[in-house]
Nanobody, 121 residues
Framework: VQLQESGPGLVQPSQTLSLTCTVS?????????WSWIRQPPGKGLEWMGA???????YYNPSLKRRASISRDTSKNQFTLQLTSVTPEDTAVYYC???????????????WGQGTQVSVSS
């Protein structure tokens, strides 16, 4: 399986961050949790949420309902939207396929290469 994140590298404060993960080599409707994690500079991984193969969605409560994950099964893609971003949302964002939730390590599962998103005016 291969996963590729795409989206803007720079987002202004208070705006909405939108990222798309394009999956090849596996169907997002067959199995697994299709997940988003991020790593802010100098900090550890943070699991943001996941969409299961059935379409059920799970979120990290710490994001205080700012995150929304959806999917387009016709394109085999899933997306992350994060509203009301601040500079603290600056991070490398990864999409991946996981057997577990929350995700605490990228040593398990399959992950994209990550995309840097900076929040700044």
């Amino acid at each position: 399986v291969q996963l590729q994140e795409s989206g803007p590298g720079l987002v202004q404060p208070s705006q909405t961050l939108s990222l798309t993960c394009t999956v090849s080599g596996a169907s997002i409707t067959t199995d697994y949790y299709w997940s988003w994690i991020r790593q802010p500079p100098g900090k550890g991984l943070e699991w943001m949420g996941a969409i299961g193969y059935t379409g059920s969605v799970y979120y990290n409560p710490s994001l205080k309902r700012r995150a929304s994950i959806s999917r387009d099964t016709s394109k085999n893609q899933f997306t992350l939207q994060l509203t009301s971003v601040t500079p603290e949302d600056t991070a490398v964002y990864y999409c991946g396929r996981a057997n577990e939730r929350p995700v605490t390590t990228t040593a398990r599962g399959a992950w994209g290469q990550g995309t840097q998103v900076s929040v700044s005016s």
